[in-house]
T-cell receptor, first 112, second 117 residues
């Protein structure tokens, strides 16, 4: 069974702090995606990384795909209350799976 | 096209009743997925369709659950004889072909929140 482990599971920080969320697996993925989900809504795609070692930036968010394509990280600089939500990673293209494999999520609360 | 639509947004039902949810995907997307999600957790895969063909069903999908996509467009998810453990958010997502998923991901609806009392 392919698993994506996310850590930490919960994170509560003050506005302006930096944070990093991790997504790890023993499987190699062709691509890894990060989604953000607000309460009562479906997940929304933030970014896709496909190349080992790839780094993508989205304003204050920096995403990195591990060299071996087994892990990824999401770093948020100067977090704001609007960053509050559930951050999910999802991996695709490993083995014969024809659907994304999902992590359990990191629930982030940014306090004003 | 305004994205993936799910109806209803909220459903409260008594234990033992049947419920049906509807999902309208993005029109050009041929893949449609159903997921279940409990509070603060990641989505759990239930089933997916490519056009009208149901290609995979999770072991989570007991015989009380059935999903259809009769014309390869909208889909319905029915739960018979609901139980309190069925209370969750039911999410629908759609996508292009699998190779496009690796780059463009899924587009999710806003979900149907089911509460079984």
């Amino acid at each position: 069974t392919q698993l994506l482990e996310q850590s930490p599971q919960f994170l509560s920080i003050q506005e302006g702090e930096n944070l990093t969320v991790y997504c790890n697996s023993s499987s190699v993925f062709s691509s890894l995606q990060w989604y953000r989900q607000e309460p009562g809504e479906g997940p929304v795609l933030l970014v896709t990384v496909v190349t080992g070692g790839e780094v993508k930036k989205l304003k204050r968010l920096t995403f990195q795909f591990g060299d071996a394509r087994k892990d990824s990280s999401l770093h948020i600089t100067a977090a704001q209350p609007g960053d509050t939500g559930l951050y999910l990673c999802a991996g695709g293209g490993a083995g014969n799976n024809r659907k994304l494999i999902w992590g359990l999520g990191t629930s982030l609360a940014v306090n004003p | 096209d305004t994205g993936v639509s799910q109806d209803p947004r909220h459903k409260i039902t008594k234990r033992g009743q049947n419920v049906t949810f509807r999902c309208d995907p993005i029109s050009e997307h041929n893949r449609l997925y159903w997921y279940r999600q409990t509070l603060g957790q990641g989505p759990e895969f239930l089933t997916y369709f490519q056009n009208e063909a149901q290609l995979e069903k999770s072991r989570l999908l007991s015989d009380r659950f059935s999903a259809e996509r009769p014309k390869g467009s909208f889909s319905t998810l029915e739960i018979q004889r609901t139980e309190q453990g069925d209370s969750a958010m039911y999410l629908c997502a759609s996508s292009l072909a699998y190779t496009d998923v690796l780059n463009y991901g899924y587009t999710f609806g806003s979900g149907t929140r089911l509460t079984v009392v």
